[in-house]
């Protein structure tokens, strides 16, 4: 504990930090738009089937182990994961059946629509599986693009980050893991959170 204030003490005059309220002027006013994206009929049938496969191992989990309170917690958080995942895409956890899911499709035609219109933008997954589908798409239909997770080494993230800002590239693919670092990408004038939030 003593080592790591000690640390803290002499790193801190090297970490900038700033805070929303001493940066708001900077920022020009934020507009969130929310994309619903309708899954079609097979899709639907497997997002609901997984539902209900979800709710019956919890419940299956809940009433065979009422006392183990972490288990329990696990099994529902592997629960909701997965069903974060399938909501991605079905090939996240059913890669057997070759379903591309609508939320894919309608990324490709939303990245298309924001190319055209001179737009760039940052693009953030927690699941760096789900961003390779979205880069097969970006591939498909020609865009350029560039690519951030956990496993960049840092020279190559600063070099990517540099090629962003300097216009190589419409679009920024970005895990959250790697996008909790401090990045400061302005070029960029959309941000597109891929994942269904946790909290609808």
Same mark, same amino acid.
């Given at each position: 504990?003593?080592?790591?204030?000690?640390?803290?003490?002499?790193? @801190?005059?090297?970490?900038?930090?700033?805070?929303?309220?001493? &940066?708001?002027?900077?920022?020009?006013?934020?507009? =969130?738009?929310?994309?619903?994206?309708?899954?079609?009929?097979?899709?639907?049938? +497997? +997002?609901?089937?997984?539902?209900?496969?979800? =709710?019956? @191992?919890?419940?299956?989990?809940?009433?065979?182990?009422?006392?183990?309170?972490?288990?329990?917690?696990?099994?529902?958080?592997?629960?909701?994961?997965?069903?974060?995942?399938?909501?991605?895409?079905?090939?996240? &956890?059913?890669?057997?059946?070759?379903?591309?899911?609508?939320?894919?499709? =309608?990324?490709?035609? $939303?990245? +298309?629509? +924001?190319?055209?219109?001179?737009?760039?933008?940052?693009?953030? @997954?927690?699941?760096?599986?789900?961003?390779?589908?979205?880069? =097969?798409? $970006?591939?498909?239909?020609?865009?350029?693009?560039?690519?951030?997770?956990? @496993?960049?080494?840092?020279?190559?993230?600063?070099?990517?980050?540099?090629?962003?800002?300097?216009?190589?590239?419409?679009?920024?693919?970005?895990? $959250?893991?790697?996008?909790?670092?401090?990045?400061?990408?302005?070029?960029?004038?959309? &941000?597109?959170?891929?994942?269904?939030?946790?909290?609808?």
């Amino acid at each position: 504990a003593q080592s790591a204030r000690r640390l803290r003490r002499l790193l @801190s005059p090297f970490l900038k930090r700033r805070t929303k309220t001493e &940066v708001l002027s900077d920022l020009p006013p934020r507009t =969130e738009i929310v994309h619903e994206v309708v899954p079609g009929a097979k899709e639907r049938a +497997l +997002l609901e089937a997984l539902r209900q496969q979800a =709710e019956a @191992s919890v419940a299956q989990s809940l009433s065979t182990s009422p006392g183990r309170e972490g288990q329990n917690r696990f099994q529902i958080l592997a629960a909701l994961t997965r069903l974060r995942r399938a909501a991605c895409d079905p090939r996240l &956890v059913a890669p057997e059946l070759g379903l591309i899911g609508a939320k894919v499709l =309608e990324f490709e035609r $939303l990245a +298309l629509e +924001l190319v055209a219109g001179r737009h760039k933008a940052l693009v953030f @997954s927690q699941f760096t599986d789900f961003l390779a589908l979205l880069r =097969e798409r $970006l591939d498909l239909a020609g865009l350029g693009y560039q690519y951030l997770d956990g @496993s960049t080494p840092a020279a190559e993230r600063n070099k990517r980050i540099a090629a962003f800002q300097a216009g190589a590239g419409d679009l920024f693919l970005i895990s $959250l893991k790697a996008g909790g670092f401090g990045l400061n990408l302005t070029a960029a004038d959309y &941000v597109i959170i891929a994942d269904p939030w946790w909290n609808p």
